[in-house]
């Protein structure tokens, strides 16, 4: 069969040399210890990503889930989205929703779509949580792989506050929680029930991820809403469920699965943690919530 030619022009691009021995950050730690960047601002090119990843005509998938009352948090999502995430690039919105009517209708930049995908509402909010793993796992193959590269998997009950480009693509990736970027292992609330499937031993853990920002090539993407979801079931049969639900699971799969990038918190902050001087630019925020009023428990 015929191959593609590849593509070898070569561009002229003007910008500061990296300094070997003056790196930008020193602050925090920017590489994990198996050689994954973690990333914080000042750490990269946004004109190099750019370049690279429009040369490729990379597709980006956004998922994220708007059940019940959580529909009314989609309007300021999709509206900063469409200010701050992947300005520029081909975007795929894919909305998980029980109310499809109830859509706001949000004007969208060129080469950029809202995909609505209907699903049922489970009763228990632990299982609209959680059950966004078995969703996402059952489109990979049937959509996502033919309409998207890459897939970023988010909450809803966030705003976009500063730019989240293309820096945080590769393989596979997780986000630094921001409750605990500074915490030690005995701190993480992993799940420590050794019956979990979820249960990590304190003398184990790298950092604590958070549920609400993962994401990676669609093959990758598979393997790790699979491996969440099938060990929910099996803890489910036992009649037992992790402490943070799925986000129990997402730690014990990146803990023997190691992410190849790390997001620093800069990509899923929350104003409850203040405004610690590591953190210079918040890129996406968790909105206040009414707990009472948006999660009938
Ligand atoms: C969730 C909890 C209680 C009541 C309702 C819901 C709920 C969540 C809902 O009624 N409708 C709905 O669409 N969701 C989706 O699940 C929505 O996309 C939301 O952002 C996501 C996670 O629920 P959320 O945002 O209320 O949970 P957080 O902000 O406390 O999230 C962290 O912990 C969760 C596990 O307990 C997940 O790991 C989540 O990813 C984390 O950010
Ligand atoms: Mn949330």
């Not at 602050?27 to 000042?42: C, E, K, M, R, S």
């Not at 809803?156 to 929680?177: K, W």
């Not at 979990?196 to 090539?217: M, R, T």
């Amino acid at each position: 069969p015929p191959v593609e030619e590849p593509d070898v022009r070569l561009e002229r691009m003007l910008y500061p040399k990296p300094e070997t021995l003056k790196p930008p950050r020193t602050d925090v730690l920017t590489i994990t210890p198996w050689l994954a960047p973690i990333v914080w601002n000042g750490t990269f090119n946004s004109d190099i990503l750019n370049a690279q990843f429009h040369k490729r005509g990379v597709r980006i998938g956004i998922t994220t889930f708007a059940i019940k009352k959580y529909i009314r948090f989609l309007k300021d999502f999709l509206e900063t989205g469409e200010k701050f995430f992947m300005v520029g690039h081909k975007v795929n919105y894919y909305i998980f929703t029980d109310r499809a009517q109830d859509i706001p209708n949000v004007t969208l930049s060129e080469g950029r779509n809202i995909h609505i995908i209907n699903v049922t509402a489970y009763q228990r909010w632990q299982d609209v949580t959680m059950r966004r793993m078995q969703m996402i796992r059952d489109q990979t193959y049937t959509r996502f792989m033919n309409e998207v590269d890459y897939l970023v998997c988010v909450d809803v009950d966030m705003r976009f506050y500063g730019s989240v480009g293309v820096e945080i693509l590769g393989d596979v990736f997780g986000t630094l929680h921001p409750g605990f970027f500074g915490a030690s292992r005995a701190q993480f609330t992993y799940d420590r029930n050794p019956k979990s499937v979820a249960c990590i031993p304190v003398d184990e853990g790298d950092f604590y991820y958070a549920g609400g920002y993962f994401g990676g090539i669609i093959e990758e993407v598979y393997k790790l809403t699979n491996y969440c979801h099938t060990a929910m079931m099996t803890d489910k049969a036992i009649g037992i469920e992790a402490l943070w639900h799925d986000e129990s699971y997402l730690n014990k799969y990146f803990l023997y699965y190691k992410p190849t990038k790390v997001l620093s918190p800069e990509y899923v902050w929350n104003n409850y943690y203040g405004s610690p001087r590591a953190v210079q630019i918040k890129r996406f925020i968790g909105i206040d919530k009414d707990y009472k009023e948006v999660r009938f428990r």
